[in-house]
């Protein structure tokens, strides 16, 4: 079996901002995670001779639009707590300032409904103070006004961290809210790069994968 993904020369550079765009199937999760694996490379399904490269000062974080692993039995406190470096004064103050009620932090993850699941999973990640995201589908699940919200906090993070990020996500102001590039996916290939409102997707005349954030 050959590899699903071939790319001449795909470069996310410091501090890019990249959106996958595409209809379902397109490979848009499955590159993510993709990516994710290559960067843990104790994964069985992680192949070392892999043309995926990370300049060895990544701090990664990705959020898994499933979020399989989250704990839902664990308190939110004790979910946020087991981040390095944050006490359970600190803990309460950052849940508090996300919109939790202290009664409810001390109460388990699976009590809360799947919007504000996907906001404390973000939140920890925050914490973990990476300098590379990859989202998959980080604000699908919130009402309007949080969406309007997260949008806000990824670009803030981006701006004044200069944090890389690649994003998923299906509506086009999110895109264009969120990334400063789009990467248009087909069979699980980024096939025509270009800013925000110049990439369709769909697009007679795929181009060749050239470099994003090359310097």
């Known amino acids: 079996v050959g590899p699903r993904y071939t790319v001449a020369r795909l470069v996310i550079g410091a501090g890019e901002r990249v959106a996958l765009r595409g209809p379902n199937g397109s490979g848009k999760a499955t590159l993510l995670s993709v990516l994710a694996a290559a960067f843990a490379p104790f994964q069985e399904h992680y192949d070392g001779r ?3 490269r990370y300049n060895p000062a990544t701090k990664f974080v990705y959020f898994d639009q499933g979020m399989a692993d989250l704990p839902l039995d664990t308190s ?7 981040v390095k470096a944050v006490n359970n ?4 103050a950052v849940l508090a300032k996300a919109g939790f009620p202290y009664e409810r932090m001390q109460g ?5 409904s799947y919007g504000e699941q996907s906001r404390l999973v973000f ?4 914490l973990m ?3 590379f995201y990859l ?14 919200t997260m949008r806000g906090e990824i670009k803030r993070l981006q701006k004044t961290l200069k944090t890389t990020m690649i994003v998923v996500t299906h509506a086009p102001l ?3 809210s969120m990334a400063e590039t789009i990467a248009a996916m087909e069979d699980g290939l980024p096939q025509h790069l270009g800013a925000p409102g110049a990439v369709h997707s769909r697009h007679p005349t795929p181009l060749a994968p050239r470099v994003v954030g090359a310097r």
């Open 76 to 82: 939110l406190l004790d979910y946020v707590g087991e």
């Open 135 to 148: 989202l998959d589908e980080p604000i699908s699940s919130l009402n309007a006004v949080l969406r309007s």
């Open 174 to 176: 999110n895109e264009n």
């Open 89 to 92: 004064a600190q803990a309460v």
């Open 108 to 112: 388990p993850i699976r009590e809360l």
């Open 123 to 126: 939140l920890r990640l925050k």
């Open 50 to 52: 892999a043309a995926v």
């Open 129 to 131: 103070a990476p300098n």
